[in-house]
């Protein structure tokens, strides 16, 4: 690995300035690197991050599955990483104008990385940095606790899906979180509404009656009303120091924190080691997860900007048919498939351009008629800033839910493929399943990242329960006795998981006999499942 | 390969007639309310013919990355291989697990198929999988292969709803074969010294039997001869180029040669000793050694666990036998239902979905058949391994017990594998029933071997059948 010539970085530079006129925010350091496909070998199991800590899975084929991409949160051949600086990987035969494009991509993804609120808590530090800290904590304990580290390294990974990615965004989001509960907060937040049946004409009757103390007592109007619902709730102090005492519980749905906080075996003095072992792979997980979830529109500005900045850069006139086969490549949609720049960059130009219009705003929307709609323009010119708002206030499943609209669909006469076969021929035919933008925005909603989510507590007896919230969709069964092998080991004892299992339902006979159009009709009906893990043994029993 | 295939698609269509007449005459015969069970399961699952996988998805939205689109820098799988680890201390890593009480983790034998356009390679590497919660597909509908509730792809163009925008042969041509200019020749050899590998590290690591030493079998070296040898001096024909270079090295070494701009080759001097001929040697001429059937049982109750658990299993076998043959050997893949075909490489074994019914009389059949035709019997040691779940239409074993009996006069050693499906309950299978009241297991305890394993087995266990099966 070695840095780009300094004739390349020159060119860097130009393309920095050019992104910046146009709009784009981001830091003035960058490092651009050559690779080999040698040095790819070696990154790529690293997830591009040269300092990550090492793994002994690293240096085998992992099973590339289909459903690989809900295994690892990221992407092994990212182009640049979110570091600070940022680093880029660049081959080092491209010609000047390729790299010209590659470099608009590349700043296009710096600028969303630096930009979209998703990655706000990666906005404070330098990962880089910080991977390679971990990497020799873990080798340094490597070298005390041999391959025990390894183990639960092991273990932490079997989780490390299972991160509260949004519990750290909300967090972030809020400026002091951290107002203690007052008595008045308990009386109305809590005490007021326990209960199956609190009443809402008392709750409003408290309400009014303290804002009336309040008005005739300005001075000690609150102190008089807390004296009032003392007297009348004996019990109500008590409730409340009880409450006040009691810790606010951590990772009720983050697995890995949940453990670190409460695990009576990773708590004692001889195996706190593991502790920071695992804050290692969970702060590595949550560094990803915005990447993930951003992947539509990080590559579809990215896209959108090498387009726009390549053909508006005058020092590559000339490359203009070179740039048209390589972008089209990179940025049209397969016929069958879904290209994320392709369908990123479209939307954010098909947006640009309803924001120029107008479109966007309530007058547009209360136009019922057609025809006005179509030509309804008020040249508002605020495309650009429109964009750039969802640049940083979206991730991929809020822009698939709130842009992709039947106009877009018709525009790139986009739908959803089927698939069927032809037995006379022998095939397998794709047709035309739908072009109702309800669908298409259920296919592309339906193929993105979601881990499950799990409710986790503790019972009184120690036994860790794991609630899967379900979905619709079950848990991969081969997995699930590995993943409660490494929770037990974390945990120290029982681990309890509650999760929905298909029960296929018998294929109606009739329907086979009727020719080939009729498929056979499949229903599943959904059992919940406990799985149990106690000393190594994983049993699975009916929960219902 | 295509005359199998065009026989398969005449097959397809008068298939569920002749299933059904085969089912009647059965049951003419007289059947048992378990029998008919069975029968009548696997019937339901006729209405489609073998079929190759499903084809296969349009990349996932998060396949698409940078360094590919932009760059077309991804670097081969099959390269990667360099860059891993030992194999060995892989699996001491491997062995330490199960000591420390946590299950193994590197998988063998599973089958990587890198590469785009049809330039497929096999290859066999270990290889992991970290297991996580993650969200599955309602199984039934991933392994029927039909059109269920399956999400779509995304598509772009013309066309109306309903109409069919392209299709795709069901079975995918067999690329790996004739591959590009100068592939085809690699790609089978990455296959051949990585299975014989992993043959070294199984019969190594995991304690798998060393072949014994046959005395009794013909030495199966044989001799060519063959002008390949030099000689100096003497010899059949005289190798002029050779010649002149050793009667140039003489006249440098006797300093007759000054300026090698303009040589006078009238001025040479020629010795006897510098005459080089090419001279009839012996050549050892190895011929394969051994020829292993692989038998698979692809009947309709085959569906998922043992299918894999079989599959898996041959490759192990696979490899072992290559190691201990040093790559001499030969293997035939023979699938069945109630028909039983041949098919020519692993991936085409691989790869087959299951349907159809069960009559295991067929495949042996067809093994004894080939076996005679080829005369296969004189030249080697011929091992066959037979997969399957264990259920027989034919219930008393009637037409496959004498085939068996066929087999086990010529066969080195047959192994039958049984990965119980878990439709019957508890009860013993069809052909664990009728091979044990055989009497053969005992009689032909040498030659014959039976392995009967639950659907849930793991990795381990796979390998433990091996040792039962080939020890």
Redo the contacts between chains.
């Keep these: 690995m070695e840095l780009i010539s300094q004739h390349a970085k020159r060119i860097m530079e130009g393309c920095k300035n050019r992104a910046r006129e146009a709009g784009l925010r981001f830091q003035d350091e960058t490092l651009e690197y050559i690779?080999t496909?040698r040095d790819?070998?070696?990154l790529?199991p690293k997830i591009m991050i040269p300092t990550l800590y090492d793994y002994?899975?690293q240096?085998?084929?992992?099973?590339?599955?289909?459903?690989r991409?809900?295994?690892y949160p990221n992407?092994?051949?990212?182009?640049?990483i979110n570091t600070r600086p940022p680093i880029s990987?660049?081959?080092d035969n491209?010609p000047d104008w390729?790299n010209v494009?590659?470099f608009y991509?590349v700043i296009g993804?710096i600028d969303f990385f630096q930009n979209n609120l998703f990655f706000r808590h990666t906005w404070d530090y330098d990962f880089n940095s910080r991977a390679l800290a971990d990497k020799r904590l873990i080798a340094k304990l490597r070298s005390e606790k041999g391959?025990w580290v390894d183990?639960v390294i092991?273990f932490s990974?079997?989780?490390?899906?299972?991160v509260g990615y949004f519990d750290l965004l909300a967090d972030l989001g809020q400026e002091e979180s951290d107002r203690s509960l007052s008595m008045l907060d308990y009386y109305f937040d809590i005490f007021l509404q326990r209960g199956p049946r609190s009443s809402i004409s008392l709750y409003s009757k408290e309400i009014d009656r303290f804002n009336r103390m309040l008005r005739e007592y300005p001075e000690d109007g609150e102190t008089r009303f807390l004296k009032t619902i003392t007297e009348k709730h004996a019990e109500l102090e008590a409730l409340y120091t009880k409450k006040a005492k009691e810790k606010k519980v951590v990772g009720r749905c983050d697995l890995l924190q949940f453990l670190m906080e409460y695990s009576p075996f990773l708590n004692r003095e001889e195996n706190q080691w593991m502790l920071m072992v695992m804050e290692v792979i969970r702060s590595t997980s949550l560094y990803f997860q915005p990447q993930?979830r951003t992947?539509?529109l990080n590559?579809g500005w990215a896209s959108y900007w090498h387009e726009q900045l390549f053909l508006g850069d005058d020092r590559i006139k000339g490359h203009e048919v070179d740039f048209a086969i390589?972008n089209a490549?990179?940025t049209s949609?397969?016929?069958?498939?879904?290209?994320?720049?392709a369908?990123g960059m479209r939307l954010f130009q098909y947006l640009e351009e309803r924001a120029d219009k107008g479109k966007t705003g309530l007058e547009y929307f209360q136009t019922t008629d057609r025809d006005q709609r179509r030509s309804f323009d008020r040249a508002t010119g605020k495309g650009r800033d429109y964009i750039f708002h969802i640049r940083e206030n979206y991730c991929d499943s809020m822009f698939i839910n709130s842009f992709l609209d039947q106009d877009f669909i018709d525009l790139?006469?986009?739908?959803?493929?089927?698939?069927?076969?032809?037995?006379e021929?022998?095939?397998?035919?794709?047709?035309?399943?739908?072009?109702k933008a309800v669908?298409?925005k259920q296919?592309?909603a339906?193929?993105?990242?979601?881990?499950?989510r799990?409710e986790v507590n503790a019972t009184d007896n120690n036994i860790l329960v794991l609630n899967?919230i379900f979905?619709g969709?079950?848990?991969?069964?081969?997995?699930?006795s590995?993943?409660m092998?490494?929770v037990e080991f974390l945990w120290g004892g029982e681990v309890h998981l509650f999760t929905s299992d298909?029960i296929?339902v018998k294929?109606d006979?009739e329907n086979?006999a009727q020719g080939k159009e009729e498929?056979?009709k499949?229903t599943?009906s959904w059992k919940r499942f406990r799985y149990a893990v106690k000393e190594?043994k994983v049993t699975r029993t009916l929960a219902e | 390969m295509r005359g199998t295939r065009s026989k398969a698609?005449q097959m397809?269509e008068p298939v569920m007639n002749t299933l059904q007449e085969l089912y009647r005459s059965l049951e003419a015969r007289g059947l048992s309310p378990e029998q008919r069970q069975v029968i009548e399961r696997e019937l339901?699952q006729t209405?489609?013919e073998h079929?190759y996988a499903?084809?296969p998805?349009?990349?996932?939205?998060?396949?698409?990355?940078?360094?590919?689109?932009?760059?077309q820098?991804?670097?081969s799988?099959v390269?990667?291989?360099?860059?891993?680890?030992t194999l060995d201390h892989?699996l001491q890593?491997d062995l330490?697990r199960e000591k420390?009480?946590?299950?193994r983790?590197?998988?063998m034998g599973?089958l990587?198929k890198p590469g785009r356009d049809g330039d497929d390679k096999v290859v066999v590497?270990?290889?992991?999988?970290?297991?996580?919660?993650?969200?599955?597909?309602?199984?039934?509908?991933s392994e029927g292969g039909?059109?269920?509730e399956?999400?779509?792809?995304?598509?772009?163009?013309?066309?109306?709803?309903?109409?069919?925008?392209?299709?795709?042969?069901?079975?995918e041509e067999q690329g790996g074969g004739e591959g590009g200019p100068g592939q085809g020749q690699g790609g089978a050899h990455e296959l051949e010294s990585t299975i014989y590998d992993l043959g070294r590290v199984l019969t190594e690591q995991f304690a798998l039997p060393n072949l014994k030493d046959k005395g009794k079998k013909r030495s199966l070296t044989r001799y060519a001869y063959d002008l390949t040898d030099r000689n100096r001096g003497f010899g059949q024909i005289l190798d002029k180029k050779a010649t002149l270079r050793q009667v140039i090295l003489t006249n440098i070494g006797l300093q007759r040669l000054g300026n090698l701009d303009r040589i006078d080759t009238g001025n040479l001097i020629i010795s006897p000793r510098d005459r080089v001929y090419r001279i009839l040697s012996k050549e050892k001429d190895y011929e394969s050694q051994a020829v292993v059937f692989f038998v698979r049982d692809y009947s309709g109750s085959m569906a998922g666990k043992p299918t894999e658990l079989v599959v898996n299993q041959h490759v192990l076998i696979y490899a072992w036998l290559t190691y201990q043959y040093q790559n001499q050997v030969t293997t035939r893949f023979i699938l069945h239902d109630t028909e039983a075909k041949e098919v020519d490489n692993f991936q085409a074994y691989y790869s087959m979905q299951v349907a159809g019914g069960t009559q295991v009389a067929s495949a042996y059949r067809l093994v004894n058949q080939i076996v005679v035709e080829e005369e296969l019997a004189r030249d080697y040691n011929i091992y066959i391994f037979h997969g399957t779940d264990g259920d027989d239409w034919d219930t008393y074993g009637e037409e496959a017990v004498p085939e068996l009996e066929k087999m086990l006069v010529y066969a080195s050693r047959v192994g039958i594998t049984i990965a119980e499906n878990g439709f019957a309950g508890s009860t013993r299978s069809e052909v664990e029933k009728y091979v044990t009241k055989s009497g053969l297991l005992e009689s032909k305890k040498e030659l014959l071997r039976l392995d009967v394993m639950s659907k849930d087995s793991t990795e381990a266990r796979v390998i433990e059948g091996i040792k039962i099966l080939i020890s």
Excluded: C
């Design positions: 690779v496909n790819l070998l070696e790529s002994w899975v240096d085998v084929e992992v099973l590339r599955e289909s459903g991409y809900e295994l992407n092994p051949y990212e182009t640049v990987y660049y081959n491209n390729l494009m590659i991509h993804h391959r183990y092991e990974r079997a989780i490390d899906n299972l993930i992947k539509i590559e390589v490549k990179v949609m397969p016929r069958v498939g879904l290209n994320p720049y369908l790139h006469r986009l739908f959803v493929v089927g698939k069927r076969m032809n037995k021929k022998m095939t397998w035919q794709y047709y035309v399943r739908s072009r669908d298409y296919m592309v339906d193929s993105l990242y979601h881990p499950p799990l899967h979905e969709k079950p848990l991969v069964r081969d997995f699930i590995g993943v092998l490494a298909p296929p294929v006979q086979e498929k056979p499949r599943t190594g | 698609d397809a339901g209405e489609h079929l499903p084809p998805p349009a990349p996932s939205l998060y396949a698409y990355n940078d360094l590919d689109v932009l760059q820098m991804v670097p799988p390269a990667s291989m360099l860059a891993y680890q892989l890593r330490q420390d009480g946590f299950p983790k590197i998988r599973k990587v590497i270990p290889t992991t999988v970290e297991e996580k919660f993650i969200h599955g597909q309602i199984r039934e509908e039909e059109e269920g399956e999400p779509g792809e995304g598509g772009i163009g013309e066309g109306e709803e309903g109409e069919v925008i392209g299709e795709q042969p069901v079975h």
